[in-house]
């Protein structure tokens, strides 16, 4: 499959009242077209930085963010994030209250006909399993079903890429789990390219193809789920024996 995200030497930096403190220093990977990927790793450890970099909502120091062959960010240019064609899902969903469900998951096709933007709301509304709920209110829906309607939304405009950011953090264990698998199993019925970040690596199994783990800024590795499980094995392996010793 042809790549769709190229991060490419990628260094992100914040301006401090210290002067500049480096949060990513050198990242590069590539994300196949339909491919979901995954960076894992603790609160602090950049991943959140990166999804906002590709979104276009922090600056890239050096380096460069390429979706499909056009360059979105470097230190010479920077593409609005209203025109990068990448869609993002937040952590506490971000949903209108005043909104109705419809009203939410159309909010980014005001530029597209009456009729076309009630097709496409149906549509999607039914991917999700919510097409009976499409009068109701956020507040009347459970977390689960709040989350649908962030990813109908997020869907909605057709973007290029999906960022998500730990959606699936305010849930409890079994319905988090349950969830990453249904939202796999609607991105590859779309075709959608994404990314999710997350410091859950039951999540990270259910719902990717690459895994990457972030340390300090630094990718560590890119692997396959079945890379990743081995991995695990691995290292739990090597503790156990080091507090055999």
């Known amino acids: 499959m042809p790549t769709l995200l190229a991060l490419e030497h990628l260094h992100l930096a914040y301006d401090t009242a210290r002067g500049l403190r480096t949060v990513v220093p050198d990242l590069n990977l590539e994300l196949e077209r339909g491919q979901i990927g995954c960076l894992l790793g603790a609160s602090g450890c950049g991943k959140s930085t990166v999804l906002r970099a590709i979104a276009g909502f922090e600056p890239v120091r050096d380096g460069r963010i390429v979706l499909e062959g056009r360059v979105l960010s470097s230190p010479q240019q920077q593409v609005a994030p209203e025109l990068r064609r990448v869609g993002m899902m937040f952590q506490d969903y971000a949903l209108f209250p005043h909104m109705t469900v419809a009203g939410n998951v159309g909010f980014g096709l005001r530029r597209a006909s009456p009729q076309e933007r ?118 739990q392996k090597q503790k156990k024996e080091l507090l055999a010793a």
């Open 118 to 235: 009630a097709a496409r709301v149906g549509e999607l509304l039914e991917l999700v399993g919510l097409s009976h709920a499409q009068d109701s209110y956020p507040h009347e829906l459970s977390g689960g079903q709040q989350q649908r309607v962030a990813l109908a939304r997020a869907l909605a405009p057709a973007p290029e890429l999906l960022l998500l950011d730990e959606p699936f953090s305010n849930l409890d264990t079994n319905t988090r789990e349950h969830l990453a698998q249904e939202v796999r199993h609607i991105l590859q019925a779309t075709g959608h390219t994404a990314i999710l970040v997350t410091h859950n690596q039951a999540e990270a199994l259910a719902i990717a193809d690459h895994i990457g783990s972030l340390s300090g800024g630094q990718l560590q590795y890119w692997d396959s789920p079945s890379a990743f499980r081995q991995r695990l094995g691995e290292e």
